[in-house]
C-alpha cells in the first residue's frame, strides 16, 4: 500500500509540476483538434486539457533538446557567441529523437513552402515585365503620336506657306495686271 500511495503522491508532484509550464489557449487546442479529428467529432474539456498540458511539455521538450543539441556543436566548433535556433536545427532534432514521420513532414512543408515561393516570384517577374512591355508599347504609341501631330503640324505649315506663297503670287499677278492695265490705258 506504501508504494500505490507513493505513486499517486509522485502523479499529484508531477501534475503540479506541469500546471507551472505555460499552456497553449483553449481557442487554439480546440481549433487544432478539430483540424485533426474533424468537424463533427466533439472532444471534451478533460482530453482538450490533457492535450494541452502533452504537446505544451513536448514543446519544452524540443526546446530543451535544440538548445542542447546547439549548445554541444557550440562547443565542439569552441564558439563563443550564442547560434540561432534554425529550422533545420528543429528537424534534426525531431529525427534524433526518434520523431521520423514528423521531421520529414516538416521536410516536405518546407519545401513546398520554397516551391510555393519560388513560383511566386515567377509570377511576379512575369507580371513586371507584362507591365514593362505594356508600357513600352505605350511610349511607343505615345512617340508615334507626337510625330504624327509634328508632321501634322509641319504639313499645316507647309500649306500655310504654300498657300501664304499663293497668295503672294496672285498679289504680285494682280499688281502686275494693274500697272499692265494702268500702262494700257
Keep these: 500500500m506504501d508504494e500505490e500511495l ?3 503522491l509522485q502523479a499529484e508532484e508531477d501534475d503540479n509540476e506541469i500546471q507551472n509550464f505555460p499552456l497553449f489557449q483553449q481557442k487554439q487546442i ?3 483538434v ?3 479529428l474533424g468537424d463533427n467529432i466533439n472532444t471534451q474539456k478533460a482530453f482538450r486539457d490533457k492535450f ?3 504537446l505544451s511539455l513536448f514543446v519544452f521538450y524540443m526546446s530543451h533538446m535544440v538548445t542542447v543539441m546547439k549548445e554541444d556543436n557550440r562547443k565542439k566548433k569552441h564558439e563563443k557567441k550564442k547560434v540561432q535556433v ?3 536545427d528543429i528537424i534534426n532534432t525531431l529525427k534524433l529523437i526518434d520523431f521520423q514521420e514528423i521531421a520529414e513532414t516538416l521536410e516536405n512543408l518546407q519545401l513546398l ?3 510555393e515561393k519560388q513560383i511566386q516570384q515567377e509570377n511576379q517577374l512575369e507580371q513586371e515585365l507584362e507591365v514593362n512591355e505594356m508600357r513600352e508599347i505605350q511610349n511607343f504609341k505615345n512617340m508615334n503620336d507626337e510625330l504624327k501631330v ?3 503640324n509641319d504639313n499645316d505649315e507647309q500649306i500655310q506657306d504654300n498657300q501664304d506663297q499663293l497668295v503672294e503670287e496672285i ?3 494682280d499688281i502686275e495686271n494693274g500697272q499692265l492695265n494702268e500702262n494700257e490705258q
Design 150 to 152: 509634328e508632321e501634322n
Design 171 to 173: 498679289d504680285d499677278e
Design 30 to 32: 480546440g481549433e487544432f
Design 34 to 36: 478539430k483540424k485533426i
Design 113 to 115: 513552402q520554397f516551391q
Design 86 to 88: 534554425t529550422k533545420e
Design 52 to 54: 494541452n498540458r502533452c
Design 6 to 8: 507513493l505513486d499517486n
